[in-house]
């Protein structure tokens, strides 16, 4: 089997508990998640030398191995979360499974890799600015961003709680939707009936791109029935992504200021420069934040209420090279987290579906649902991607 360097201990295996819905399938674990007697590294050296084994194993992964699953391994992670890339200066960079000079994406990455490789057949991951639904588009796989707070998060190393959710990824929706009849609550009711475009993150597609998703789009509108565009940000989604940023950064030194300036661990290149960011950020420009976070609650919950779904790309483009300095990272990862930050602002459900390749190099697009419809809206994909053309190449 072709090493895809996408394990942090491949021999950590757990075997199934009890019988169910996910019998004989495989799953592998970010190494953030707590499995009873094993140190979670959290893709930092130091932070494996400074913790001590997990007493009890994470909730989410309990049920899984409750419903059939076998747990096969750890995978590598961005060093405390912290990145969208997936390249690790300490453990390595995951190769991307369709095309191995690019990123694979993080900070799922490992997670992300071991679907894309078909080492296992769903994993779990975490995502609090994207880091589940961007290595999903970069390495072409289903991969979900459930509502926030409504999977059990407990024994998971925190980012920033009020933004961390448990995701998780598959190479196809039967599978997805399976993790999430085992993982969320059992509510889905309704019919989704109205379709929503959202002209300004389209707008923040690369131009390489354009042409391969113009298709999609095409394509989406003739295939469904009450289809309507908006504008989601007369401010613009840089504002939004200012929100998101300077929210989280806060919350993400609250977390950890501790540790870091108790233990000065090493951090790679972009990481100890973002966590020097969040040192420097002022708190009391929280408030102001928070309320903003709040309007934007607000106008997502009314625009999708439970039977809306918004239509946006995942990323701006393909997966970036790998080794791009810093700086060339950094602006893409900004303009990355203006799409990221509607879901992550709003606390809402979203999938990315990997719909399409550019000079074959996976393409993602996502549905954004109203709060607590995952369940509904993983219903619905599946039965979509039967009747639309996925996975075809677009140059």
Not at 70 to 84: A, H
Not at 311 to 338: F, M
Request: proline share 6%; net charge negative; with cysteine.
């Amino acid at each position: 089997m072709h090493d895809y360097r996408a394990y942090m201990d491949k021999n950590i295996e757990l075997n199934p508990i009890k019988k169910g819905k996910l019998d004989g399938l495989t799953f592998a674990v970010k190494d953030v998640f707590s499995i009873k007697g094993y140190t979670s590294s959290a893709g930092n050296p130091d932070w494996l030398a400074t913790h001590e084994p997990a007493k009890q194993t994470a909730v989410s992964i309990q049920t899984l191995l409750e419903n059939g699953a076998s747990l096969m391994g750890t995978t590598i992670t961005d060093e405390l979360m912290y990145s969208l890339n997936g390249e690790n200066y300490h453990y390595g960079t995951p190769i991307n499974p369709k095309d191995k000079n690019r990123i694979p994406g993080g900070s799922s990455c490992g997670s992300a890799v071991t679907v894309a490789a078909g080492q296992s057949d769903f994993s779990l991951g975490t995502d609090t600015g994207g880091s589940v639904r961007i290595p999903s588009s970069y390495c072409g796989i289903y991969g979900i961003r459930p509502t926030h707070g409504v999977v059990n998060i407990d024994g998971v190393i925190p980012l920033a709680k009020s933004f961390d959710t448990v995701g998780w990824m598959a190479t196809n929706p039967e599978t997805l939707l399976k993790v999430g009849e085992t993982l969320l609550p059992l509510n889905k009711t309704g019919e989704f009936t109205r379709f929503i475009v959202a002209e300004d993150a389209w707008e923040l597609l690369d131009t390489e791109v354009v042409s391969a998703y113009d298709p999609i789009l095409t394509s989406i509108k003739n295939s469904i029935n009450q289809c309507e565009t908006t504008v989601l940000a007369k401010e613009g989604l840089k504002e939004w992504a200012e929100t998101f940023r300077i929210l989280q950064g806060l919350e993400i030194w609250e977390e950890h200021k501790e540790w870091i300036t108790r233990e000065k661990p090493m951090f790679g290149p972009g990481i100890a420069e973002r966590f020097h960011m969040a040192s420097l950020l002022n708190p009391n420009d929280k408030e102001k934040h928070s309320k903003k976070r709040s309007i934007i609650r607000d106008k997502m919950e009314k625009l999708l209420e439970d039977d809306g779904v918004l239509i946006i790309p995942t990323a701006p483009g393909i997966a970036p090279l790998l080794h791009l300095p810093v700086a060339e990272l950094e602006e893409k990862r900004s303009k990355t987290l203006q799409l990221c930050c509607i879901a992550g602002l709003s606390g809402l459900p979203q999938v990315n579906i990997p719909i399409s390749e550019w000079n074959g190099v996976p393409i993602g697009l996502s549905f954004i649902a109203g709060k607590n419809q995952d369940l509904k809206l993983l219903h619905y994909i599946l039965e979509w991607s039967k009747t639309i053309s996925l996975n075809g190449t677009t140059e």
